[in-house]
């Protein structure tokens, strides 16, 4: 079983960076990004790296009801996350539609935004992705990550840095969400990895 949290460091969305330009790798292509939601993170990727393609990808419906656990104190219910969920009714932060989205993304003409549900997306080549770089998984529960890197590995790449925002390394009641879902594509393909941040945010460098 592979070791999922090795140290407890966090994976800050600046980090990608440093990881991209490194001469201690090869990451070449664009980015993809699973779970859209407001935006905020999309934005940032596309600031980072204006020379790349940024896919985002996101249904806006929320989150399904997953089979695994949910953890106590975290706020994964269902439909959590979807735009028009009155729950966010007074959230600034939150876009009241796709369209509202669509407007705080005009600055930035390298996001494409790809409305579908992630267990139902097609041949990468359907969407215009190409060669992969980059990946910014944050689905939170296990069922979209396993179809997320399911997708990823249709994608073309030989090397690529995965940045997982509800990691939660260290902490048990998580077991069975990201962690899990990485672990089991690892074992599934035999991708070579390292896990460089294993705290909260997590990052795992992986070469095919």
Known sequence: MIN????????????????????????????????????????????MFPDKRVFTIDHFKGLEKTKKNVPLGSDWIENAFAIGNPLYEDNSNVPKSIEELKERFS????????????????SPSDYGISKIAVCNLDVDIYEPAVSSLEFLSKCEWSEVFIRFDDWHGGEPEYDNHERLAFSEWIEKYKYEYE??????LGGAYVKR
């Open 4 to 47: 999922t949290s090795p140290n407890g460091h966090r994976c800050e969305l600046g980090i990608i960076k440093s990881f991209v330009e490194s001469q201690n790798y090869n990451l070449v292509g664009d980015v993809i990004e699973f779970g859209t939601f407001t935006g905020g993170s999309t934005r940032d990727l596309a600031g």
């Open 107 to 122: 600055g930035h003409p390298n996001i494409t935004m790809i409305i579908e549900d992630v267990h139902k997306l097609k």
């Open 195 to 200: 896990i460089t941040h294993g705290g909260y």
